[in-house]
């Protein structure tokens, strides 16, 4: 079947057209997986671009048209931020559903309205075509309640939905499959760790294949040193800024906090490779920045290691996770206690594949997986309209 992958933001549309074999079987042998072509959709409703996401997708049919040599999709695959509570599933979209994404925009104003638009721009376009949402939130429905509750007033949950949500949730959730297809273990067996370190990053508890408990919260800044998210700071930090001589207002708070802080805070760049370099070469910064990431890493992974009752496998994932030996060194160092060991040769093979970096007397196995959050959505599609029948 021919999937065509969309991710929407307000002002872009990224895509991917991807051909997935039919029957769950064949997809985990990753048969006939293939990408036919991606792009990227810019500066939508700038002044001289692309007026609005309807137009964008008429550009992108355009494309298509030309691509495909008339082939045509079968069904639309959306990365969708936020789920809320509602949703623990990719589903097949109908108008309640794109309503129901709309109604999460609180929780996510800047993504999940973007989602809705992109939706309502193929429906018009292909008013036929079965669309299916895959929730980054989604995976993470399965956390227990002592540990998405935040210790705040009841009614602040009740009223604002104030929980933790988690994220990255379909790249957790897949490259915890890969992880379990490789060791050869039932997923329902998979008791591990997924350490997802991108320019956003996060760290998830896994327990019988599933999701117990993540870093990030309510939003995507909660957690982990990230490129340009402090991850974890005092709450009263915030109040402090606002009362204080500065007077920061919630704008400022979050741009601050999301943008300006994290690695390039303290090391001045939020590229690994760069970090890397500087701290070889004698950059104090530049190495506090890795020390702090890595060391808020080590927090997690230890208390998650108690958390799973004692984690079998270490999963390292995404632009830093898959590519950066050093960092994954630094993190291995900080694991001692656990009687976690790296085989330094093997963790410097660069490969799209599988591979396991610990040493042979390591109490952990630690895994490199390349994730593929685009296969992951192409292939939840295809589920749901197979399930559909
Ligand atoms: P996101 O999807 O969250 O934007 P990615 O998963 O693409 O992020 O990861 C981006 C991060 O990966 C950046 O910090 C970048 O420096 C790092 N990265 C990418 N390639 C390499 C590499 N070869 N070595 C080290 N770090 C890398």
Redesign the pocket.
Known sequence: MLVLVINSGSSSIKYQVRQVPSGADSRDAGAGEEILTKGLIESIGQEGAVADHSEALDLLAGRLDGELDGREIDVVGHRVVHGGERFSEPVLIDNEIVRAIERLAPLAPLHNPAAALGIRAIQKKWPHMPQVAVFDTAFHRTLPEHAWRYAIPDELYRLHGIRRYGFHGTSHDYVTGRAAEHLGVPREDFDGIVA??????SVTAIKGGASVDTSMGYTPLAGLVM?TRSGDVDPSVLTALMDGPDGYDAERMDRVLNNESG?LAIGGT???????DLAENGDEKALLALRMAAYRLTKYIGGYHVVVGGAETLIFT???????AP?RRMVLEGLGALGVTLDEEANEVRSDEVREISGPDSAITVLVVP?DEERAIAEASVGVLEDRG
């Open positions: 997802h370190l991108g320019n956003g990053a490129g690695l939020n590229d690994m490779r760069e970090l890397v995404a632009g830093i996770g898959e590519n950066s960092f994730t």
